[in-house]
């Protein structure tokens, strides 16, 4: 069975914070593929990244960076000098080569971040 | 280019009775998926179609079921509806490549279901 879980359920910090957001996976699949997406407000889970189980390198993209640890199955993301408009629901996901297409998603930490 | 569309964005029912959502897929995509999002709790699949068949499917009753149209849109019906059913249905479409073992999903903005 595959599972993600999302330990932190919400998180605040104060602008220009560094934060960090769990992620840690479940598959017995050998090729599969971890998300991190983000939910404003509105509603519309926005893609951020995509990693695919051969590729331990972290990956910076602008404030945003994840750190990819196939040894302790977790997948972490962390936002540094965070903005007020970081404020949203952010999900880690996993879908496995057994069930392409099925995303299996955590339960999403709330990031608020404070003026 | 227009991005995956659902309709309606918000929609009211009573329990028993039966709705119906729609999706429209990215342009170039031809498979949809949908998934439930209960308030607090992250999205959970409940199928997908691809070639207006079922290719796979959630732990969700047969009260849900769905169809593919042959220009790849998609509708979720709902019957016999409870008050669980309350929740953000949200559709994702993608193109199906022999190349890839996985091909990412991109999210409409979904359609908010509140039953009375």
């Known amino acids: 069975a595959q599972k993600v879980t999302q330990a932190q359920t919400e998180i605040s910090v104060v602008e220009k914070e560094d934060v960090t957001l769990d992620c840690v996976y479940e598959t017995r699949d050998t090729t599969y593929y971890l998300f991190w997406y983000k939910q404003p407000p509105s509603g519309e889970l926005v893609f951020l990244i995509r990693?695919?189980?051969?590729?331990?390198q972290n990956e910076i993209s602008g404030r945003y960076s994840w750190n990819f640890q196939k040894s302790t199955s977790s997948f972490n993301f962390t936002i540094t000098a965070s903005q007020v408009v970081d404020s949203a629901v952010y999900f880690c996901?996993?879908?496995?080569?057994?069930?392409?297409?099925?995303?299996?998603f955590g339960q999403g930490t709330t990031l608020q971040v404070k003026p | 280019d227009a991005g995956v569309t659902q309709s309606p964005t918000h929609l009211i029912k009573t329990r028993g009775q039966q709705v119906t959502l729609r999706c429209s897929p990215k342009s170039g995509h031809d498979t949809v998926s949908w998934y439930q999002q209960a308030l607090g709790q992250g999205p959970q699949f409940i199928f997908q179609y691809y070639e207006e068949e079922e290719r796979q499917r959630g732990n969700f009753p047969d009260r849900f079921s769905g169809h593919q149209f042959p220009n790849y849109s998609s509708e979720l019906n709902v019957n016999a509806l409870l008050l669980g059913d309350s929740a953000l249905y949200l559709c994702?479409?993608?193109?199906?490549?022999?190349?890839?073992?996985?091909?990412?999903?991109?999210f409409g903005p979904g359609t908010r279901l509140t039953v009375l």
């Open positions: 990693r695919n189980s051969f590729d331990e």
């Open positions: 994702a479409s993608s193109v199906t490549s022999t190349r890839s073992s996985y091909n990412e999903q991109f």
């Open positions: 996901a996993l879908t496995g080569s057994s069930n392409t297409g099925k995303l299996i």
